[in-house]
């Protein structure tokens, strides 16, 4: 492989981890509070697609710019995926409301102590 398509694996890797960083953040921000199924479905697409291509890409940079892109990568898509809130913070989503998980106790009962009347 010779250095110009050494460099030029390298630059468009970095531009598809740009991109990648991008429409990640742009789809977290963008379907935060509302629930638009079809725009996180579309930024999901988008998100996959760039880094099939940016894997691609990766395969044809030298040894230690493909190292350095690939622990770019995820430091660069973390604080990005928490861009916003967890979409998961309503009520309906707590644990409590899914099938099979036991609910709490009612208030009026109480755990008895080893010192009560129950127990002597």
């Known amino acids: 492989m010779n250095r ?7 630059i468009v890797t970095a531009v598809l981890l740009a991109a ?6 742009d ?5 935060a509070n509302q629930s ?3 725009r996180l479905l579309a930024g999901y697409a988008v998100a996959w697609t760039l880094f099939a291509a940016a894997m691609r890409a990766v395969r044809k940079a030298p040894a230690r710019a493909a190292t350095a892109l690939v622990l770019a990568g995820p430091a660069a898509l973390a604080p990005t995926a928490l861009a916003a809130p967890p979409r998961t913070s309503g009520p309906i ?7 099979g998980v ?3 106790l009612a208030p009026d009962h ?4 080893r010192n009560s009347q129950h127990f002597q």
């Open 20 to 25: 990648l960083t991008a429409v990640v953040f």
């Open 102 to 104: 036991p609910t709490r």
């Open 93 to 99: 989503d707590s644990p409590a409301h899914s099938p």
């Open 27 to 31: 789809t977290v921000r963008a379907v």
């Open 36 to 38: 638009n199924t079809g």
């Open 4 to 10: 110009a398509t050494a460099r030029i694996s390298t």
């Open 110 to 113: 109480k755990i008895r102590s």
